[in-house]
Structures are given as structure tokens and as C-alpha cells.
């Protein structure tokens, strides 16, 4: 299934995606996407109710509705940094022995189309297209790489937009050049496992105003989403509806000379073979 969320934000309304352009209102199934869902065994009652649905003729038009982030506020989103090697070779950083985590305020989370805010004295606003990873049940200690495959409810594009001035040269934790408003587009759509052939070899691309910055292919990653699910539940408890971030491949503005940081006009294009396609383009400070 493709689960997508539509309508103004902070009133999407859940639904599935059941063709190029159709989808099914499944809010009689469940008001949202969000830890109750995915912990509740929701997507096993969607996966019931929708060929009901489509056969009642509920399928609809999604038109030019706008599109928000595929799952609800996440009780955390956790980032994966340097998880390809060539990015980290971009970066001047060496390729980590152990994943390395990060964290991003759960309220960066915007839909794939809205605009990238431009936060008050960024100097270095850049771009990352990653896989991201969506939790589907409450998780911790799990023994090995199968059962966090289990644990997992799907995937997602999404943008971890960064600041990079705010992030290496402020001192402490890179979180506060992650956090910003509007700082972690998602979707169109969440796929669930069964809908992608192999997660470890996705095609992954991001453009600039028309120029292409990024290629790249999950089959790349250091680590891959199953060695992460498995490595962060032993250090905490993951919860259903949480979004793990896991790296980006290189052409960042960071890895570029001179870096093109992102301006206000600039706009973005990302891809994950999928997963859709996003654009946004960057706002003015508020």
C-alpha cells in the first residue's frame, strides 16, 4: 500500500493511493496515521478494508488537494550521518565504524511539495535526499537483523534539509543546523515493504534549479535500514509512527567548490525510485 495524508496542514485527511492520480478516503478506518495507527495493527485492517472500498467505488480523484508528510507528528525523528562513503569523503570525514546518530525536532515535519522556510541568519542552507524509515511497532533490544525487518512499516522520501553553519560551526550537537521550521519534507507517499522489489537498490536524485546535485542508489549505504533499525534498539526504545533519516549520497552544496547554497527562489527536486517525487522551493526568513 501507499499511504498519503491531503488537505490543508494540520487537517490532512488519511488516504490510500490507488492509482496515478486516484485515492480512497480511509478515515472511517482510522482518523490518522500516527503512533495508534501503526502500533495498533492498523495497517493490517487498511490492507482489509481498501479493496472494499475501491470496490464500492470510493476511489476519487486527488486533483490538486495539497499533499502533507505520509505519517502524523512522529514521537522522534533520528538521523543517520555519513552513512555512504562517498558523502563522507565530500564531507572530509572519515566512514564511521558505527552508525552515528543525530536527532531532528518531530515538528520539521512538512509535506513534500511545501516551502523550505529560510531560517533567520542562515548563511549555508543545503540539501540532502535520503531513505527514510518508518517504525511499525513499539521496538527495543531486538536480536537481530530479521526481526527489525519486521519492525519496520514502510518507507519514505524526505529532504533533511541542513543548515551547515548553524550545524559545524556553533559548537555542540549538529542538531540545531537540522532543526529548523519546515527543515524535513516527506512522502508523497509511505510504501509499505511489499511494495518495493529491493530497498537496497533504489535509485535516489535531487536537482537545483533544474541541475542535477545528487545520484545515487541505496545500494550504497553503509549501513542499511535493517542494520539500523536493529543498532538503535539497543540503545533506545523506538516507537510505532518514529521516522529514522538514513544518510544521503554525495553532490550536497557542502561537498561542492564554491558551495551553491541554497538562495531564496531556489527550488528542489527530489526522487526515490518508489517512493515520488518532491519540489520545494526556499522561502524567506519568517
Not at 546535485?213 to 543498532?231: N, S
Not at 538503535?232 to 510505532?240: A, G, N, R
Not at 553532490?251 to 541554497?262: D, N
Request: glycine fraction near 10%; charge should be negative.
Amino acid at each position: 500500500m501507499k499511504l498519503m495524508r491531503v488537505g490543508e496542514a494540520g487537517h490532512e485527511v488519511p488516504v490510500v493511493r490507488v492509482g496515478d492520480d486516484l485515492v480512497v478516503d480511509v478515515s472511517e478506518v482510522t482518523p490518522d496515521f500516527d503512533e495508534a495507527f501503526f502500533g495498533g495493527g492498523g495497517l493490517a485492517r487498511l490492507a482489509s478494508a481498501v479493496p472494499q472500498l475501491v470496490a464500492e467505488g470510493r476511489a476519487e480523484p486527488l486533483g490538486g488537494r495539497r499533499i502533507g508528510a505520509p505519517i502524523a507528528r512522529p514521537h522522534q525523528i533520528l538521523c543517520i550521518g555519513l552513512n555512504y562513503s562517498d558523502h563522507a569523503a565530500e564531507s572530509g570525514m572519515a566512514v564511521p565504524d558505527e552508525p552515528i546518530l543525530f536527532t531532528k525536532s518531530p515538528n520539521t515535519l512538512v509535506g513534500p511539495d511545501d516551502d523550505v522556510i529560510m531560517p533567520r541568519g542562515a548563511t549555508k542552507l543545503d540539501w540532502e535526499v535520503e531513505l527514510g524509515i518508518v517504525i511499525g511497532s513499539r521496538t527495543s533490544y531486538l536480536p537481530d537483523v530479521d526481526a527489525a525487518r519486521d519492525a519496520i512499516a514502510g518507507y519514505v522520501l524526505v529532504n533533511d534539509v541542513s543548515e551547515r553553519a548553524f550545524q559545524l560551526e556553533r559548537s555542540g550537537q549538529w542538531a540545531k543546523g537540522k532543526s529548523a521550521e519546515t527543515f524535513n519534507p516527506a512522502g508523497p507517499w509511505l510504501a509499505t515493504p511489499d511494495e518495493l522489489d529491493d530497498v537496497l537498490a533504489l535509485g535516489m536524485s535531487l536537482d537545483v534549479n533544474g541541475v542535477r546535485r545528487q545520484t545515487g542508489t541505496t545500494a550504497t549505504m553503509v549501513f542499511d535500514p535493517f542494520t539500523i533499525v536493529h543498532y538503535l534498539s539497543q540503545f533506545m526504545v523506538l516507537e510505532p509512527g518514529d521516522l529514522i533519516n538514513t544518510g544521503t549520497p554525495p553532490g550536497v552544496a557542502m561537498g561542492i567548490t564554491p558551495p551553491p547554497w541554497l538562495q531564496v527562489g531556489d527550488v528542489m527536486e527530489l526522487a526515490i525510485d518508489g517512493l515520488g517525487t518532491q519540489r520545494q522551493q526556499v522561502a524567506p526568513p519568517r
